[in-house]
T-cell receptor, first 111, second 113 residues
Framework: DQQVKQNSPSLSVQEGRISILNCDYT??????FLWYKKYPAEGPTFLIS?????DKNEDGRFTVFLNKSAKHLSLHIVPSQPGDSAVYFC??????????FGTGTRLTVIP | GAGVSQSPRYKVAKRGQDVALRCDPI?????LFWYQQALGQGPEFLTY????????KSGLPSDRFFAERPEGSVSTLKIQRTQQEDSAVYLC???????????FGSGTRLTVV
């Protein structure tokens, strides 16, 4: 039972344009959401997070939006750069400790 | 060290063999997690330690999987009588507290043949 879903396995974007990665979840008890970036043969690297009491969090080129009523969050990267090419995982947690991950979206930024 | 260190990076085991995977968390990190990532999937939770106490092992897929962290630092994930379905990347993560993002190691890729 996948509680966090990333329905787009891949996304290609031109350099300089906006990348939008989407994530849906089913568990209304999730209170904290995170995005991780993963390069091949490396572990996931924390990118940005958002608490359920907020609807937006921004960090440089990265912004995460949370729509609790739709149980949907998205990661915006603007402008996209070739170095952003990686697999992006959405993750969520309740007050408990473990993270629930989506299946990932492979982003390719075309120079 | 500066990051979470896992060893070995790669392990090939014959079916039925026992394996032990090691995780060195960031010094001082209280929380330690093990995740399993099958090909094309996201990481899935296996177990969680707070210091030496294993507080949650609900994600361990069978009693062939066992994890320990006896002194509250290094942790070992042991898989007995490995099966082909155990083939995956095993990720370890640690954090100072459980409130924020965790730091992951590079993982151990286990292939059972």
């Amino acid at each position: 039972d996948q509680q966090v879903k990333q329905n787009s396995p891949s996304l290609s974007v031109q350099e300089g344009r906006i990348s939008i990665l989407n994530c849906d979840y089913t568990n209304s008890m999730f209170d904290y959401f995170l995005w991780y970036k993963k390069y091949p043969a490396e572990g996931p690297t924390f990118l940005i997070s958002i608490s359920s009491i907020k609807d937006k969090n921004e960090d440089g080129r990265f912004t995460v939006f949370l729509n609790k009523s739709a149980k949907h969050l998205s990661l915006h990267i603007v402008p996209s750069q070739p170095g952003d090419s990686a697999v992006y995982f959405c993750a969520a947690k309740t007050g408990a400790n473990n993270l629930f991950f989506g299946t990932g979206t492979r982003l390719t930024v075309i120079p | 060290g500066a990051g979470v260190s896992q060893s070995p990076r790669y392990k090939v085991a014959k079916r039925g063999q026992d394996v032990a995977l090691r995780c060195d968390p960031i010094s001082g990190h209280v929380s330690l997690f093990w995740y399993q990532q099958a090909l094309g999937q996201g990481p899935e939770f296996l177990t969680y330690f707070q210091n030496e106490a294993q507080l949650d092992k609900s994600g361990l897929p069978s009693d062939r999987f066992f994890a320990e962290r006896p002194e509250g630092s290094v942790s070992t994930l042991k898989i007995q009588r490995t099966q082909q379905e155990d083939s995956a990347v095993y990720l370890c993560a640690s954090s100072l507290n459980t409130g924020r993002g965790y730091t992951f190691g590079s993982g151990t890729r286990l292939t059972v043949v």
